[in-house]
């Protein structure tokens, strides 16, 4: 197996250029003293096109079609054009108010040159050498770089898939896998880095916090589905922060969601310190207390102005309208606690709506309510207050000025807060306080079970989907759920089952289209794979199919052109996996075989299926696809040394046997290759080829 650290790779790409842009960017303005530095090139080079001056387009035109570097005079000011990697270029520099000198052709080459070399050493110097992300130094400048810039919007995301492995070669290679993986999903162009020993980091500036902790709970599901042991996510805004302090704070949340399960989350302290459902202090439970001592009913309604205070008006109003019959407690300038003494359910709502309507008659801001009841289940007298916490964070769903009694869907919203901040364990605790008030909830089964798997309770996770299943058999989450269940133990009849009537229930569903195509694949039914994961990758109806493994779904897609016959579709397909994905081995192998079979090239094939087992020697295919194309250039010795290798990892891989036989015997070497078709045929009875060729050895 080859050496997986990849230590000198002066190749650029497109990635490259993206990744490197800061440094370049400084680079050209030490050099040219230019006002401004751009690149063109990639997914939105229209766009950038389109913003030049209508005067440059064609010299960057120019340069892109040649290769040739460019200067356009407008005024004063020159800009110049320089062509950016080997050969064809992959992107164009453009310098905008360089140094007023003359730049002549030679001079302009000679720039080239410079930047070209500059590039190279910073890809070395930026990368690391087992993923192919960029490093800890690159993140430190980009991190620094936006520090200077006063940018503050998005959020680190500090992610740890610590390898299991038993000896350096395992570990390895779990980390490269993971590196594979993560690239797949956010591009290997994004701001993704790995620090080492599994630790990776994203600079995630696509919104606000919520939005990355959604981000990383899809994360953290993916990997659990990949078969990762265990990932956790620590994360912290990019706010006001030094870079140290940043990583600090990241890595101090990353402690805590250690704690938090095999796939735990959490957000840095000053992000994520405050409990969403705080109790009452010690002194107003003291005081509270006081009023249901003895007291065997009554209801608690917990008053929250819509909006932030800026005065004490609404406490005048809460004042004025409750008088002095109704015990209160103010606990801000926003928020009172209400005691209803021996109020059932019905007349708690009505006298929420005298209330409201009272209100209502001084002019003041809206106001929410969140109603809980004593007795509740099991529920203690000095939990109720709480409670009337979650019911408040219930009405929230309905908007401003509305209320809402705590009950089971309480449960299930109080549950999928803590869920979404990364606290498992304790949603679980209210996912089951909910399902004591009610058995029969759907969703709530639907939720305990997912919290469940992600603490790598599988048993305890079919049972939660079987009995939402009982109650609603064609509920697409518990199915959908219930059939990774069924994949994670190599159920696959089962697994198909549930995805396929999932698909009844949702057809444009990325993840579970993504899953039954490659289900379909695995089973060679290509046809079948083809419709779904063509969805898959071009129908904008299908959800997340943004933020989904667009790179496996194209690369499943060309497998089952592939399996069709349809090989200039597979190509295309496996070209657009590896546009998402360079480091994708196994696009990589498909296509050098596909290469080497269309005679499109054997030495790119030969190529593109050596990255390939660079990249993943651990999967036997990729070596018995290099050993076939090594074989149609006529390198006998290499495809059975390849051959060999297949067969050391996957000793009943029966098309490996039966090409190492054909050159045994084409090399004379009859007895080995009387033995290996043997071998075939004990595994596939009904392998025509191999029985024809065992006859003529015999004979």
Known sequence: MAFPLVLRDSQITLEDVERLAVPLAEL??????????????????????????????????????????????DGDETTIMLPVGDGQPVAVAVLIGVADRPWSAAALRRETKVL?????????????????????????????????????????????????????????????????YLASLFGAASRLFHLGSGIFVLLWEEGALADAQQMARMLLNRLRREGFAKAHVGMRPLAFATPAELLDEAWQALAVARKRGPFGLAVSEEAGAATPFPALSRNEQRKAAAWWRGKERFALVLVRQDQEAVSNHFTKRLRTTLGDGVPYLLLNQREALIFLDDADGEQAMRWVRRFRKNMAQSAGASFSMGIALYPCHSFTKARIPVNCRKA????????????????????????????????????????????????????????LGVAYTQLMRPRMAQQCFEAALHHEPGNFMALFNLGFLYLHRQETAKALDCFERALASNDHHFDLLLQLGKLYCRQKRFAEAAKLLGRCVTDARVEERRNGDRAAAWRLLGEAHAGLGKHK???????????????????????????????????????????????????????????????????????????????????????????????????????????????????QPNHAEAKNALAQVQS
């Not at 003293?33 to 005067?55: H, K, N, T, V, Y």
């Not at 050493?121 to 490093?135: E, I, M």
């Not at 006063?150 to 992610?159: I, K, P, W």
């Open 28 to 73: 050209a303005r030490a050099r040219t003293a230019c006002r401004e530095f751009r690149w063109i090139g990639g997914a939105d080079q229209e766009a950038a096109m389109a913003a030049l001056p209508e005067s440059w387009r064609a010299a960057v035109a120019t340069v892109a079609a040649t290769g040739e570097p460019q200067a356009t005079a």
């Open 116 to 180: 070209a070399q500059h590039l190279a050493s910073f890809k070395q110097y930026y990368a690391d050498p087992l993923t192919g992300l960029a490093n800890s130094l690159l993140l430190n400048r980009q991190l620094e770089e936006l520090a200077a810039a006063g940018e503050h919007q998005g959020v680190l995301v500090l992610l740890e898939l610590y390898p299991p492995g038993r000896d350096a070669e395992r570990a390895w290679a779990y980390v490269q896998k993971g590196g594979r």
């Open 569 to 683: 579709k597979a190509i295309l397909a496996f070209q657009k996996a590896l546009s998402l994905n360079h480091r994708d081995a196994q696009a990589l192998s498909m296509l050098g075989e596909l290469y080497a079979r269309e005679k499109e090239g054997d030495e790119i094939a030969r190529s593109l299926c050596q990255e390939a087992v660079a990249l993943d020697g651990g999967q036997s295919e990729h070596w018995r696809r290099l050993a076939w194309v090594q074989w149609t250039r006529g390198e006998a010795d290499a495809a059975i040394g390849s051959l060999r290798h297949c067969l050391q990892l996957d000793r009943k891989n029966s098309a490996a046997l039966f090409w190492l036989a054909r050159i045994y015997r084409e090399q004379g070497r009859l007895k080995e290759a009387h033995r290996l078709y043997e071998k075939v045929l004990r595994l």
């Open 392 to 447: 408040l964070q219930h009405a929230e769903f309905f908007g401003p000025a509305s209320q809402a009694v705590f009950d089971a869907v309480s449960c299930n919203i109080s549950g999928d807060v803590y869920y979404n901040g990364g606290d498992i364990t304790r949603a679980v605790r209210e996912y089951r306080l909910g399902l004591a008030l009610d058995p029969a909830n759907v969703n709530l089964l639907n939720s």
